[in-house]
């Protein structure tokens, strides 16, 4: 199988451990362990968030104030290095000699009128108090939106329009590489009469993750996350875990716009487009696509949906 692996936040990044290298490693180290069998068996591309990190890069930037911080688009170039290297390297050391694993540097198309560009959704860096996301706000002119227990800056997230490697990245999955890409979502970039130009933005790693699965012809999309299913009507008492679910039924429900909203759009993408997406959990690959944990999301589900015992 032809398989896209969106890794999330929680795979290279927990809520509140701190944000050095070593944990960035330690985290990826964990995770590879789940993937080795399957990119030794299938043609897998893996993809990654980048929120913590990049906002990490921001914020250290600032400290050198003898000349401009970078912009957005140049430190999500700079997040899929850094993510991608020890990645790359993890990986590799977890399946030896069976497959090369190399990490490409992505572009994503956006558009320039993205109506995301006028309200900021996606949330970079660290967790905020009240009062620290007032004094950032003050301090650097970021905006900042609740995030659970806190608050985080909230940059542009334009929706992904194209992939502009997909070609290269499908002519390395047939030469037998295990690929590492779009990190971060691509670095998100405007094209008006053949130019490129990067943009002040972080496009949503699921959102770009179904895209390159719809341009590579990929027949899954494996979405990792801390949790075992999509739930119907989170946090209410008729709420209810999803185990099967058609694209026509779960576009009539409404989720969490910062959390699992994209994640579901993704999957939608893909299984419009004749696939099936999977949504749950990293340290249980095989039970997700054997359909004993996770939300599956493809055509012909009879009924429609079929929910979780």
Known sequence: MRIVVAL??????????????????????SSVVA????????????????GPQVGLLALQGLAYNVVPPYPLDILVAQSQGMIGYPLQQELSNEL???????????????????????????????????SEAHSVEQLYGWQT????????????????VRILESSAIAALLDSGRVVICVGGGGVPVTIEGGISTGVEAVVDKDLASAELAVELGADTLLILTDGDYVIENWGEPTARAIAQVSPEILEKMSFSAGTMAPKVAAAIMVANAGGRA???????????????????????????????V
């Not at 993937?35 to 980048?50: C, F, K, M, S, W």
């Not at 990490?103 to 900021?120: C, E, G, H, K, R």
């Open 8 to 29: 999330g936040g929680n795979a290279l990044a927990k809520r509140g451990q701190p944000m050095t290298a070593e944990m960035l490693r330690y985290n990826i180290r």
């Open 35 to 50: 993937l080795g069998d399957l990119a030794r068996d299938n043609e897998v591309v893996i993809t990654h968030g980048n």
């Open 96 to 130: 030896g000699d069976d497959r090369e694993v190399v990490t490409i540097l992505t572009t994503t198309q956006v558009y320039a009128n993205d109506p995301d560009f006028a309200d900021p959704t996606k949330a970079v860096g660290p967790l905020y108090t009240e």
């Open 145 to 160: 939106k609740p995030d659970g227990s806190g608050f985080r800056r909230v940059v542009p997230s334009p929706k992904p």
């Open 278 to 308: 999977f949504i749950g959990p990293l340290d249980r690959v095989p039970e997700m696509l054997a359909g004993t944990i996770g939300t599956q999301v493809r055509q012909g589900i009879l009924g429609g949906i079929v929910y979780a």
